[in-house]
């Protein structure tokens, strides 16, 4: 749709970038964490939340990217609120340390953005002992979103401000049609490195879904979503081998035509983030900054509570 600039519902469409679906809109004395925010769309979102007034905390791994970011977003517009903090989602001692620090400090939290990801990794297993991207992907934010909900409950009680989290899937969570493949997770032998990509991009809708009905449940002022953010060419695509080599090749040619830039592919985070459209909305999937559908997989409630409990007991301390 985006090649043609085909406006939906929401008057955004594909080319819209994050400063066009964020125009006019007054983020002063909102805060916001992150993930993955020294590089792509998740520094592009770092710094349109910043431009519009959010305290903007970068969760990042590499910190020297992380600052560089803030140095280069602050030199733009001085009246940016940014900290940089060290987190690296692959590792559950890393983001119990971050939500700690987080807690500690004293910060309010109305907005989080689970933007970092890997893809097409090789068959790798995180210092948990869990395959990769899974853990990266969806159990590293599942747990930080856990770890940060009762900051967020109470920033939402307290301002009278809608919360909202938002969860970055991918339509390539369409390539397990299969589902969540529960007791073959670590299985080296049948692992394919898309497949397991497309898995934990199911992961993330069926986290934001379940999520967003638990907290409708409990009856808190606070909206889980989750969005694709498009085709962006990004360091995501470094292990992607013959796709990366291709747009690197056809540099300009690909990213006109076929490819969005990081403003535009960090646009449908900072719509669903910051939007006045979408109050009360919870529990919905988009694309190019509209409302979507998901492969059926990815709407079925027994496989979201099945996967939030085995979550759970991943992520339990040992």
């Not at 970068?58 to 940014?82: D, F, L, Q, T, Y």
Request: a positive charge.
């Amino acid at each position: 749709m985006w090649i043609f600039g085909v406006k939906g519902p929401s008057g955004f469409s594909a080319r819209s970038t994050a400063e066009e679906v964020t125009r006019g809109i007054d983020g002063t004395g909102l805060t916001a964490i992150v993930t993955g925010a020294s590089s792509g769309i998740g520094a592009e979102t770092t710094r349109v939340l910043a431009l519009r007034g959010v305290h903007v905390t970068m969760a990042v791994r590499n910190m020297a990217a992380g600052k560089s970011v803030k140095e280069e977003i602050i030199n733009k517009n001085p009246a940016a609120k940014i900290d940089v903090k060290e987190l690296d989602l692959s590792s559950m001692a890393s983001v119990r340390k971050f939500a700690s620090d987080y807690r500690s400090s004293g910060l309010s939290l109305n907005l989080l953005i689970n933007n970092a990801g890997v893809m097409g990794t090789p068959f790798t297993l995180s210092q948990d002992k869990i395959e990769l991207q899974f853990a990266t992907n969806h159990l590293g934010h599942f747990l930080l979103t856990n770890l940060l909900l009762e900051t967020m409950k109470k920033t939402s009680k307290e301002s009278n401000k809608e919360g909202r989290i938002v969860i970055v899937s991918s339509e390539a969570h369409r390539l397990s049609s299969k589902g969540i493949r529960f007791d073959k997770i670590n299985d080296k032998k049948k692992y394919k490195n898309f497949s397991a990509y497309g898995q934990s991009k199911l992961a993330n809708i069926l986290h934001a879904n379940e999520l967003a009905r638990n907290l409708k449940a409990e009856g808190v002022s606070i909206t889980a979503n989750s969005v694709h953010p498009g085709a962006v060419a990004t360091n995501i695509l470094r292990n992607s081998g013959l796709v990366f080599d291709t747009i690197r090749v056809l540099g300009k040619y690909v990213i006109q035509h076929m490819i969005k830039t990081p403003q535009q592919g960090a646009a449908t985070q900072c719509y669903v983030a910051l939007h006045p459209q979408l109050k009360g909305v919870t529990g919905e999937y988009f694309l190019d900054s509209n409302k979507a559908k998901p492969s059926s997989m990815a709407k079925n409630k027994d496989l979201a509570k099945k996967l939030w409990d085995f979550s759970l007991s991943l992520t339990q301390p040992k």
